[in-house]
């Protein structure tokens, strides 16, 4: 890392119908310099690595890169001063090839065999390797995104942002891109890394910018602050673990049994004599790298895949062959990991985003009309509890920060007390007050005397807040075993096919 500043930022604020994302936000990055942005959801990270690629103009302030005023227009303006972003949800298409994908992200691509050539010395350059050839829909979450950065690093950028790239990447890819990074970092190039994983920023970053509603609240090297100290820093309060009431399971709410099912997509992963049982008051853990199965299994939950009617049944009742609003009506809830476009109609309002999934259990209609005020009470019940920073309930939900979103759907599944609530991914791209908060919901709803069960890709939230655990792999799921006493080596056993073991088996497997 040099002393050279690569991009100052001075004074910049931005407003949104009278909402300051931003307020009078001034930092600076070093060549070669891997910074940290850091904040709660809607703290305003987004808002300024979106001026700082031209996707937002800035009302006031302004920037300079390598000593030159910068004020891009649009993001071609910002790539051809070097700067470049690899967005926390990916912009591919699986039906075209890596090189077609990248070909689509560049402003002048050369021809398609000379591009195909540069993408194979440049991933395998910086220990990313792709096969230009291969169909986008037949890669791993992991491998997408290397094809983001691989685009990214074509165009030679002398800024890289990160919006949370690691959400959906297992350890060892994780370790990759970490390689990858520092690299770039030793050659001067500057990264601005967003993250809301702490380690990770310890792990990795020089230095750290914290936001807090907008504003500058601190700076601080990570590595020289412990996880807690910077997410305290980030909420301005003291955090404390998730707590739970101790008591006893109670009877069996939810029972799968052989749940095999197609998936819909060309490029998903079918289920496979899925099978498993969760009582009241309990929370069940299942773990996995993304695409194993997870979305197919939420969607068979949920009613969106049905299924003959024993193979999915809550208090012995077979439900396989009821759709969403019945299951609802029979007390069950469900999250999914897609926030807009599946959770959430992006251009809906929260108010009816709230009406959606929550018209059955709630009663906001009436005679066949909505209720406009029981729902909007409703709404507001959610916002207000579950601490959605948003101008009003009238507000789009693809207005909101992917955080607020994702309390908002949550809270408006666990505002509906559900007898046995299915989550997918839920503290996906959140802060650490927030997944606590969301977490500490889970866990009084299961106190309540509900059934849990919380689809992760991160281990320790599983660890922290499940009593059992099971791994899904290739859309098959092991045998749940107890939290308690489970090893990382026993749990990358079970994540890595280990099917069919009873619980004495993993407990004393080593692999």
């Known amino acids: ?108 691509p050369p021809p398609m065999r000379q591009l195909a050539g540069r993408i194979r010395e440049v991933s395998e350059g910086y220990g990313l390797p792709l096969d230009p050839t291969r169909l986008v829909g037949d890669l791993s979450a992991g491998e997408r995104q290397r094809v983001e950065i691989v685009r990214c690093l074509l165009q030679d950028p002398k800024l890289l942002i990160m919006d949370e790239p690691t959400s959906v990447l297992t350890p060892q890819e994780v370790n990759i891109l970490f390689g990858t990074l520092r690299q770039l970092a030793a050659e001067g190039t500057s990264i601005l890394y967003i993250s809301h994983k702490l380690e990770e920023i310890k792990a990795l970053c020089d230095e750290a910018t914290i936001l807090r509603r907008g504003k500058v609240v601190g700076t601080c090297t990570p590595r020289e602050k412990s996880a807690r100290e910077m997410a ?49 008051g309990e929370v069940l853990g299942i773990g996995g790298v993304a695409g194993n199965g997870q979305d197919e299994l939420l969607l068979a939950l949920s009613g969106e895949i049905r299924t003959a009617p024993e193979t999915v049944r809550i208090h012995g009742r077979g439900i396989g062959h009821l759709g969403p609003n019945e299951r609802r009506k029979d007390g069950v809830c469900t999250a999914p990991e897609e926030r807009l476009g599946h959770a959430a109609a992006p251009d809906m ?142 749990i990358g056993l079970m994540l890595g096919g280990a099917h069919g073991m009873h619980e004495a088996e993993v407990s004393h497997a080593h692999p």
């Not at 009431?245 to 998903?268: D, I, K, N, Y």
Request: glycine content about 10%.
């Open 349 to 490: 309002s929260l108010t009816e985003n709230a009406l959606l999934s929550g018209a059955v259990r709630r009663h906001l209609t009436k005679r066949g009309f909505i209720d406009w005020a029981r729902t909007r009470a409703f709404a507001e019940g959610v916002v207000r509890t579950f601490d959605v920073r948003t101008p009003g309930i009238g507000t789009a939900a693809r207005a909101l920060s992917g955080g607020n979103l994702q309390k908002f759907v949550l809270g408006r599944e666990i505002m509906q007390e559900p007898e046995v609530i299915v989550v997918n991914q839920p503290t996906w791209g959140v802060d650490a007050a927030a997944a606590a908060f969301i977490r500490q919901a889970l866990l009084d709803r299961a106190s309540a005397g509900a059934a849990v069960v919380v689809i992760s890709q991160d281990i320790d939230e599983i660890m922290e807040i499940a009593d059992r655990f099971a791994a899904l792999n290739e859309g098959r799921l092991s045998a749940p075993v107890p939290t308690k006493g489970l090893t990382i080596d026993q």
């Open 1 to 108: 890392m040099t002393a050279d500043v690569l991009l100052s930022i001075e004074g910049i604020s931005k407003s949104y119908h009278g909402v300051k994302a931003n307020d009078d936000v001034s930092f600076s990055i070093g060549a070669g310099e891997v910074h940290a942005l850091l904040g709660e959801n809607g703290a305003g990270k987004s808002t300024l690595v979106k001026m700082i690629y031209g996707l937002v103009k800035p009302d006031e302030g302004r920037m300079r890169l390598r000593g030159a005023d910068y004020a891009p227009a649009e993001p071609r303006e910002a790539r051809s001063r070097g700067v470049a972003m690899v967005f926390q949800h990916f912009s591919l298409f699986d039906a075209l090839t890596v090189a077609e994908n990248v070909a689509l992200g560049m402003d002048n």
């Open 232 to 280: 305290e820093m980030m909420v301005g309060a003291t955090l404390n673990p998730p707590e739970r009431a101790a008591a006893a399971p109670g009877p069996v709410a939810l029972t799968v049994r052989g749940l095999s099912v197609a998936s819909p997509s060309a490029f998903g992963t079918s289920l496979r004599e899925v099978g498993f049982e969760v009582r009241q």
